[in-house]
RNA sequence: GCUCGUGUAGUGUAGUGGCCCAUCAUGAAGGCCUCUCGAGCCUUCGACCCGGGUUCAAAUCCCGGCACGAGCACCA
């Protein structure tokens, strides 16, 4: 009897209602920071899309918050390298919120003007009583003109202050879901933007924002986090008023990784600025620039975003299995070298050759190691005290006496050094950070190798010393 | 509380009524190879949340439980 094969779905599922169009898909990070690991699935899944099926990817930058979450300057340089870096392209079309007002000004007017939009002055805390118990708010019956009216003083300096009024979405206090009942589309913020300045007071929120922009772009598919299943939900009956067709939506669940704990963009900046950690690449962090810092590979993000595929699934992966996809990414270009960690030396005594070459890498072509022996080499103190066999040179006794140069039992095989150079090896743990000194084999390779450690693991070359990678 | 969503081996994932006593990866255990606790190769372990129903046939459809998650912000 012969065992029946399986075919299996390779990669991510078909994109549905695609009707033969060149999709159209975005990522709309808000730029209050770099981006983070989080980010990077939207990222990958969207971009694999784009570039599998030829459409486009649009990098949109959702800026409009100035209050709660403010931009942050330099992240408008840094997500589009991180986004090529990540993707393997750079996004074809790049949108900044902050310079597309006028637009969204424009259409909270037709939405005024087509009376499916309303300027509501109650305050926040009778509005959530308005929703909760179905009852429209008495600013739902204003006139067109009155709104329009409320309109212009919402804009107006002299007019209402941040808080007094607010621009709402038309759709039907007695919806079953009191998330979509006459839901905000804009509020006045003062703060100045750092792009913008102050040339507006009026700014949209995320749903409208959002909604406009994906309609003006032509965007087919959205490709979200299942946290924004309300969202779309909202999106539509806004696009219901305006006659517009909402675009595909697929969801994903939610992703923990042990490793990483709670994260956000703005507690990582505050913890920067008090110098809990040194940077964005602080290896510690969940960055997108730590873990690239920390030498983990583009390509085996994609492939871990891929594999997790598509579901909406709340999931929890270890770490682990972004490193195995790292080192089938890795481990062919890594040469082999050898870290003594807490050095402790040993003297040879008897015959051995003194000079030699090693291996750097047992399953491809790679220059071969030198070394030269004086007296004695470096081994780990755990190894001490005990007959060894030195990797590539002899069995020793436990006070370095050789005993053979052909390996002749079982002993165990360590790594040493001879000569060398004093490194450190720094390892990040989770939010622990541990740093390891020793004796580091002398080698040439630059800052950025990715280097593996005999019997330690990966790790990449730094100005300063080594940092791990994994094992 | 209301609303929405999800439940396949330890962890992920394939599977949309019969090809499934269920796929693949990772993990664990063992072996081979290799003078690394690495890579590669081989073997083994291990799952359809529970209860009903529809059907000749259910992981797959329906109903009810249960569990978990998310939304109900003038954040994104």
């Known amino acids: 009897m012969e065992k029946k094969v399986q075919t299996r779905r390779e990669g991510l599922p078909e994109l549905p209602n695609l009707n033969s169009r060149k999709p159209v898909l975005r990522f709309a990070p808000n730029p209050n920071g770099p981006l983070s690991f989080g980010h990077s699935r939207g990222l990958v899944i969207n971009g694999q899309y784009a570039k599998e099926l030829d459409g486009e990817l649009i990098l949109r930058f959702d800026d409009t918050d100035t209050t709660v979450k403010p931009p942050m300057l330099e992240a408008y340089d840094s997500i589009p390298k991180q986004q090529e870096w990540l993707c393997g392209f750079p996004a074809h079309r790049i949108v900044i919120a902050s310079e597309r007002m006028d637009k969204y000004h424009e259409y909270a ?63 039907d206090m007695t919806l079953k879901n009191p998330a979509l009942r006459d839901w905000p589309a804009a509020r006045i913020q003062t703060n100045p933007h750092p792009r913008v300045g102050n040339k507006w007071r009026v700014w949209p929120l995320l749903d409208f924002q959002s909604a406009i922009e994906d309609y003006l772009q032509g ?106 996809h790292n080192t089938k990414a890795i481990d062919a270009q890594a040469p082999r070298l050898a870290f003594v960690r807490n050095a402790y030396p040993v003297k040879l005594s008897g015959d051995f050759p003194k000079t030699g070459t090693i291996s750097s890498h047992s399953d491809t072509e790679m220059t071969p190691r030198q070394y030269s022996i004086d007296e004695g080499v470096w081994i780990e103190e755990d190894d001490s005290g005990k ?33 060398g150079t004093p490194s450190k090896l720094t ?30 693991g990966y790790a990449i070359v730094e100005d300063d010393g080594l940092l791990m990678v994994h094992d």
Request: charged content about 30%.
């Open 109 to 171: 007017t037709k939405m005024l003007e087509g009376g499916f939009g309303y300027v509501c002055t109650c305050s926040a805390e009778s509005f959530r009583e308005f929703r909760v118990s179905k009852q429209e708010c008495p600013c739902r019956g204003n006139s067109v003109d009155e709104n329009l009216e409320l309109w212009r003083k919402m804009n107006d300096p002299e007019g209402f202050q941040p808080g007094e009024a607010v621009l709402r979405v038309k759709t």
């Open 219 to 324: 965007v087919t598919h959205i490709i979200r986090g299942k946290d924004l299943m309300d969202s779309t939900r909202k999106q539509t009956l806004l696009y219901a008023h305006f006659g517009w067709d909402y675009p595909e939506t697929i969801y994903w669940g939610r992703v923990k990784v042990h490793e990483f704990g709670a994260f956000s963009t703005s507690q990582m900046k505050r913890d920067i600025a008090e110098g809990i950690f040194d940077g964005w690449d602080d290896p510690r962090l969940p960055t997108l620039s730590a873990l690239s810092r920390r030498g983990i590979k583009a390509d085996s993000l994609r492939a871990f975003w891929i594999e997790l595929g598509l579901t909406q699934k709340d999931i929890s992966v270890p770490l682990s299995t972004l490193y195995s």
């Open 387 to 419: 007959p060894i066999r030195l990797k590539d040179l002899c069995d020793i006794d436990s006070t370095g006496n050789v005993e053979s140069i052909d390996r002749s039992d079982k002993r165990s095989v360590v790594h040493w050094v001879a000569g």
């Open 427 to 456: 390892i990040a743990d989770g939010q622990e950070i541990t740093t390891v000194e020793g004796i580091l084999e002398d080698h040439n390779y630059p800052v950025g190798t990715i280097l593996q450690l005999e019997r330690i």
